[in-house]
């Protein structure tokens, strides 16, 4: 990953075709060793390819892939029910309790709101 995103800074920059050695120079500057086959490996599956254009079909797939939570198994509340509603109602002072405590963490501060 590191050896991509060094090829991918170089290419901002406006070198379109990097070489093994640009990409080294951009690792080394901030202290990395690059790693000899992995980045000959990146370099030769690149080479001749317009790195927007595989940005641009890579994008395309992820779209296609989905996403997001599709509906879980609900929570098991038939034993909290069945113990009289004493568990249910200790359940709910707890919750009130750290609710009171979560507002107290942000000293009023919304980030969002």
């Known amino acids: 990953m590191k050896h991509l995103a060094a090829y991918l800074l170089l290419g901002l920059a406006g070198n379109t075709s990097p070489s093994s050695d640009d990409v080294k120079k951009v690792l080394e500057s901030v202290g990395i060793d690059a790693d000899e086959d992995r980045l000959e490996k990146l370099l030769s599956e690149l080479e001749g390819k317009d790195i927007q254009e595989l940005i641009s079909e890579g994008s395309s797939k992820l779209a296609s892939v989905p996403s997001g939570g599709g509906g879980g ?13 004493g568990a249910a ?7 009130k309790e750290e609710e009171a405590e979560e507002s107290d963490e942000d000293m009023g501060l919304d980030l969002f709101g």
């Open 73 to 85: 198994a609900g929570p098991a509340a038939g034993g909290a029910a069945a113990a009289g509603g």
């Open 89 to 95: 109602e200790e359940a709910k002072e707890e919750k």
